[in-house]
């Protein structure tokens, strides 16, 4: 967004910005008797926006929608439409040629949002035209926090739309009734695919693998309320809320892949290791204790950072990379983890577009090495993960980027709705402990998921096959 613009802020004083190619809205709303997710529900409801994305960072709601450009990247391909039509070819990490598309914005100050597959890390394994990330630049934009809602928008006519929209959010307005997906029964083939991967670690492929399971969800979800009922019942450290490029996506990330600040500072936080929460303090410091001293559990973690650490070291300046944060119990809703940070300064020839290719997909999420880990998650998991383990993130011209891992969440996806979830596989991993941890993950979103109005069932589907 470029050129000079007179804007008003509610009781404010007229101001000059450099925002938008075109002329304006820029408001601030009060909003002193809805909540932040009562204000993002409320407008992407609204029927005003195309194309959303919703992120949730330091309980700071930004709603970015509308497209003015956007980036696409396929197997071994890249598409922008910003400042004009751009098509070329990548091997090895899409990262810095999409920071490249990016940079070509029609405007010297913007911020991008969007979604990236866990395929980026296998793309041999993607159908020719299939698209395995997209990231847009808006033309609105909303921030969002306690008490107020500022508004940003190319088209003055929307902004207005908009800000009645937020100022008609009446309090305590009834929430949707959710309908709880069935995610504890026992499955079998995942108990397999567990030994599978305990085997492979013992013949020294690798020491740790990610393995994940699948559960359908029988019915059309309604995205915007299971959010709201989901956030408020999770503790993330982001959350999201998309409907954009085909997919969309509800969840409440426990940990993030990257964050990166303006002046080179970026970081990862590593989660592994889990025990539950169950609501009763006594049992939940008991699973605490437990989790602090289980071996099994702290090696996975351990082996966790040190990779985090090899991988930020290559782009960090000599001597900068280390652990900030070892082995604090961080809680994430239905589960306690154990949680670390590796920070590292960049160098001069290096972006956080760059530390983001040195970290995707997160280790937590993958396993080690981390290329055979993603090879051995192709061979064992009989369809691709798309969302469930990539990154939802947002970025700006500053080089500024926070990129969460996108965990704990519903997906919705050409006609299909499911959840899933993983559990970290070392040599000493026990399938049946491994199954639970599963279910223990899933009830983080399980019990708020909220059918659309009208839902379709799997049943109901020209082949008449639940899928």
Request: a negative charge.
């Amino acid at each position: 967004m470029t050129g000079a613009v007179r804007t008003t802020g509610e009781n404010e004083s007229p101001v000059t910005r450099e925002l938008g190619p075109a002329t304006e809205f820029d408001r601030t709303v009060p909003t002193p008797r809805a909540d932040p997710i009562e204000v993002v529900t409320s407008v992407v409801r609204s029927g005003l926006l195309s194309d959303y994305l919703v992120y949730e960072r330091s309980q700071r709601w930004y709603l970015a929608s509308n497209p003015l450009g956007e980036v696409t990247v396929g197997r071994d391909w890249i598409r922008s439409t910003l400042g004009g039509e751009h098509a070329e070819n990548w091997v090895g990490s899409p990262w810095p040629r999409v920071h490249a598309a990016l940079r070509r914005t029609p405007a010297d100050s913007w911020r991008a949002y969007g979604w990236a597959c866990f395929e980026l890390c296998r793309p041999d394994r993607a159908a020719p035209s299939e698209v395995l990330a997209h990231i847009m630049v808006p033309t609105v934009e909303l921030e969002i926090a306690d008490g107020s809602t500022r508004i940003r928008s190319t088209s003055p006519a929307l902004g207005a739309d908009l800000a009645r929209v937020i100022t008609n959010i009446g309090a305590g307005e009834p929430n949707p009734e959710s309908s709880p997906v069935r995610s504890d029964e026992l499955d079998r083939h995942y108990l397999g695919l567990v030994e599978s991967a305990v085997g492979r670690i013992r013949s020294g492929l690798l020491q740790k693998v990610i393995v994940s399971r699948t559960v359908d969800i029988p019915f059309e979800v309604d995205m915007p309320a299971t959010y709201a009922a989901g956030r408020r019942a999770n503790t993330p450290a982001r959350s999201f809320l998309l409907d954009l490029g085909g997919w969309q996506a509800a969840g409440f990330s426990p940990e993030t892949v990257l964050e990166a600040d303006a002046s080179g500072s970026v970081a990862t936080q590593p989660l592994a290791g889990t025990r539950a929460r169950t609501g009763d303090h006594a049992t939940d410091h008991a699973l605490r204790t437990e989790l602090l001293t289980d071996t099994k559990e702290i090696y996975e973690h351990a082996t966790s950072v040190k990779l985090a650490f090899d991988e930020l070291n290559t782009v960090g300046q000599a001597g900068t990379t280390r652990v900030s944060e070892f082995l604090t119990i961080k809680d994430r809703g239905s589960v306690q983890h154990l949680g670390s940070r590796v920070e590292t300064s960049l160098t001069q020839a290096r972006t956080s577009w760059d530390a983001l290719a040195a970290v995707f997909p997160a280790v937590t999420a993958s396993g080690i090495p981390k290329t055979v880990a993603c090879e051995t998650i192709g061979a064992l998991e009989s369809e691709p993960r798309g969302l469930y383990s990539g990154a939802v993130l947002m970025a700006d011209s500053t080089g500024a980027l926070d990129a969460a891992l996108v965990l704990r969440a519903v997906y919705q996806h050409e006609g299909r709705a499911w959840l899933r979830a993983g559990a970290g596989v070392v040599a000493a991993s026990d399938p049946t402990r491994e199954h639970e941890e599963t279910c223990e993950k899933l009830t983080s979103v399980a019990p708020y998921v909220v059918p659309a109005v009208g839902a379709w069932s799997t049943f109901d589907r020209k082949d008449g096959h639940r899928r």
